[in-house]
């Protein structure tokens, strides 16, 4: 009797596989359940196609080409060897470059020390914190520029009148060449950023309180302890945001477009300002595309060094 009560699953499970196997595969239980899926999502792939896949399909394929508004010529690497001698696009990769270089160490590193600082606190005041600081980002980037563009002002702006408060004389922020970039620069680092601080706080509010007490009976200082667990154990999300602090940097767009315009004399270009200048000053939306396809390239690249220099398994 036992020998037949635990064939009996056994056997049940054999009579199950064969009669899905005698189904056509279309009416099985599984694919009716992943096809009702696919119906779900149908909506938003169509349009994430004709939105997103197709133009970017279509300015890849416009790199090649010299576009023009009835007839476009394939012209193979012709753009590329125009921007190897272009100066402006030189002048803008560095401009970036630069721009990416002081303002990503810096938003990082601000934004692990006061998630540091704010730590500690309760939780009613992490949350205020969290909420002073993000802020900002919610506010729109053209009024942000703006009021920058403003403080920044010659005649009526804040820091030349703290500046002759001072006794100092006026700085022409915008309007010099060699001060220029360093205004947009300044004004990235002095933006609080809100984004880093919040992800840092909830990436520390996750670490085990016993690996903190563990290094206390271990006689550990307060900045032992944050500098051997905390900044190992928040590698993961020092990953995330050097990696989207590194392309946003490079994407930057709006506050040169807003203040500078990309001047005096393309001190203050940007490649993103190039590519618009190029498509839609110039109208040459084969050389934009060109443009956007090396910052593509630039951007994968860098992103694929920061994951092999910070990428690691964190486990607690």
Known sequence: ME?????????AGDQT?????????????????????????????VLFA?????PVLMGVQMAFENVQPFR?????????????????FWLSLRNTAIYTAVVVPVAVMTAL?????????????????????????????VVLALVWKWLFDYDYGLFNYLLGLLGVGKVQWLVSPDIALWSIILMAILSPPGAGVVLYLAAMNG???????????????????WWRLTVPLVTP?????VVMSTIGSFQIFTNVFIMTGGGPGNATT???????????????????SAEALVLFAIVTALAVVQFRWLSRDVQY
Request: avoid cysteine.
């Open 72 to 88: 476009s010529t394939w012209v193979g690497l012709e753009n590329f060897r125009a921007l190897a001698h272009d100066n402006v």
């Open 207 to 225: 670490i085990p309180r016993e690996l903190y007490e563990a290094a206390e009976i271990d006689g550990a200082s307060g900045f032992q302890k």
């Open 237 to 241: 999300t020092t990953l995330y945001i």
């Open 270 to 288: 940007t490649m993103v300002t190039e590519i618009y200048n190029s498509a839609f000053q110039f109208f040459n939306f084969g050389k934009a």
């Open 17 to 45: 596989t064969l009669q899905r196997k005698r189904l056509p595969w279309w009416t099985r239980l599984e694919w009716r359940e992943a096809f009702e899926g696919y119906l779900f999502v149908l909506p938003k792939l």
């Open 113 to 141: 020390g006061l998630a540091s600082l704010i730590q500690p606190l309760s939780n009613v005041l992490q949350t205020f914190y969290r909420a002073a600081y993000y802020l900002p980002a919610v506010a729109s980037a």
């Open 50 to 54: 004709i939105f997103l896949v197709t």
């Open 3 to 11: 020998g037949r009560a635990s064939d009996a699953p056994q056997l």
